[in-house]
């Protein structure tokens, strides 16, 4: 179980993948036609270790239409990794505070 929930990531995921798929309907149209694809390639894990978050970059860096650094990007999270985490974890508490008003997802 992790830091901010008491639920897998693998059981997490999955609910997600299927309650997409349940709303399917719903979803713009682009993303029906991407549905099939990011569930097949766990869109969801992508970053869950170094080897797909290099992936994941080195895909959004084909799709960048302007000069970027997407290639090295997991070095310089590499490098900057204990600020970055210090942020996330000053960040997330604030995140989940303001969904949990929004609406009642738990």
Known sequence: MGKYSEENINSFTQRIYEMLESKRDNLPFKLKELLPR???????????????????????????????SFLTAHVDMASHYETLNAHFNDFFPDLISHVNDFCDCN
């Open 38 to 68: 990011m569930i097949d390639d766990d869109f969801l894990m992508s970053c869950k270790n170094e080897e797909r978050l290099i992936k994941t970059f080195e895909r959004v860096g084909r799709r960048a239409s302007f000069d970027h």
